[in-house]
């Protein structure tokens, strides 16, 4: 099995119910064990011209799972779970109603047309790093260090969501849902 880190992000609809199905879904997928999950945080929209405070707010999470998936096989599922949602990709880095990105396989370096590992943006984010830290306080970003020290470097501008986590990794996964 493979350790794998996924960030979870919504800034459209019903954002917080989105994210904990998706973790639910996420831990339901054949070959997937859930490990940890992060709180929920709230952050400023990302687009390609930067933050942009014009639109809607993002819900961000991470969860870590163990698999005996190949990556292409759990970013197909993820795919599905995002398409189950109603994802739409019409905009680069636009608005959405899910976006599930993997951000590490254990220490594996993966580049294709369609996955990149360790995601390549993941150490400039506080939305992926402070979830992170906050699911896995040990978590190590290969390539870039530890997760709590590049959080440091960046600045955590997100704003802590009060919620319960995603999921309780000691829960069977037919009872991973909040």
């Known amino acids: 099995m493979t350790r794998a880190v996924i960030a979870l992000g919504a800034n459209l609809g019903d954002r917080g119910s989105t994210l904990r199905a998706a973790a639910a879904a996420i831990a339901a997928l054949p ?3 859930p490990v940890a999950s992060s709180s929920e945080v709230e952050s400023v929209a990302v687009t390609l011209d930067g933050p942009d405070t014009t639109r809607p707010r993002y819900r961000n999470a991470v969860v ?5 998936l190949a990556p292409d096989e ?3 599922g993820l795919h599905g779970i995002e398409d189950e949602h109603g994802r739409t990709r019409d ?3 636009g608005d959405r109603t899910l976006d599930l990105d993997v951000i590490a396989i254990d220490d594996e370096r993966i580049d294709t047309a369609t996955l990149t590992v360790p995601h390549p943006r ?3 984010r506080a939305f992926v790093l402070a979830p992170w830290a ?3 306080p040990d978590a190590v970003l290969p390539g870039h260090g530890p997760v709590a020290s590049l959080l440091a470097a960046v600045g955590d501008d997100t704003e802590r969501v009060d ?3 995603l999921f309780d990794a000691t829960a069977p996964a037919a009872e991973v849902v909040s």
């Open 122 to 124: 993941a150490h400039e």
């Open 64 to 68: 870590v799972v163990d698999t005996d």
């Open 91 to 93: 905009v680069r880095w």
């Open 163 to 165: 919620e319960p986590r």
């Open 134 to 136: 906050d699911a896995d």
């Open 74 to 76: 759990l970013l197909d």
């Open 31 to 33: 070959g997937v064990r």
